[in-house]
């Protein structure tokens, strides 16, 4: 199956995964872009992305050392309504930091979250 078999594929989950993927770039990237006017929510995205990686990226939970209990809590992300909640959560956070401190670049951030919070919310139905 091709890139664009499964775009037309109407599989949310896939489309979630790829706007997880998209959020962790766009977190890191306007965090770095944002750290001079806007400290502390640029590190509080740069921990979401830390957080988004070791949930959408399986790899990387086979090559960093984890503990069990860390391994269980993750778990419960496997489930889409639980990804739903984690990522709306993310994204009300990444709002408020653009109400609190102004039009920030993280707003694009914001909404990469909110998008994939309504993709994993959509495939769960």
Known sequence: MGCFDEAKSMNFSLYGQ????ISIILLIALGIVGLPGHVVFSIVG????????????PLCMKMCPTSPKLDSFLAYFENCYFRAAMYLVF?????????????TPLIAAAVALLIAAICYCKFAH
Do not use: D, K, R, Y
């Not at 790829?18 to 993927?21: R, S, T």
């Not at 740069?46 to 990226?57: K, M, P, T, Y």
């Open 18 to 21: 790829w706007m997880g993927i």
């Open 46 to 57: 740069w921990v979401i992305a830390f957080l988004l990686v070791l949930v959408e990226v």
């Open 91 to 103: 994204a009300v956070v990444m709002f408020l930091s653009n109400l609190l401190n102004g039009a």
